[in-house]
C-alpha cells in the first residue's frame, strides 16, 4: 500500500558478487552488438565496463 516501507532484503556478499560477475558477462556479451548498431558509444561501453569490474574487485578484495 502506499506509504509502506519497502521491505529490506539481504543478501550474502557471495550472492552480490555472483550477480555483478554475471551482469559483466552479459554486458561483455551485448555491448559489441550495441555499439556496432550505434546504440551505444564504445566511450561509454568502456566506462560503464570498467565501473562494473571495479565494483565486481571491491567484492573480492573484500571476501579475503
Do not use: N, W
Amino acid at each position: 500500500a502506499k506509504g509502506e516501507a519497502m521491505k529490506t532484503v539481504e543478501f550474502t556478499l557471495a550472492e552480490k558478487r555472483r550477480e555483478i560477475a554475471r551482469e559483466v558477462r552479459q554486458r561483455e556479451a551485448v555491448y559489441p552488438r550495441l555499439v556496432a548498431g550505434g546504440r551505444l558509444t564504445q566511450q561509454k561501453a568502456d566506462r560503464q565496463m570498467a565501473i562494473m569490474r571495479a565494483v565486481l574487485a571491491d567484492y573480492e578484495d573484500g571476501d579475503r
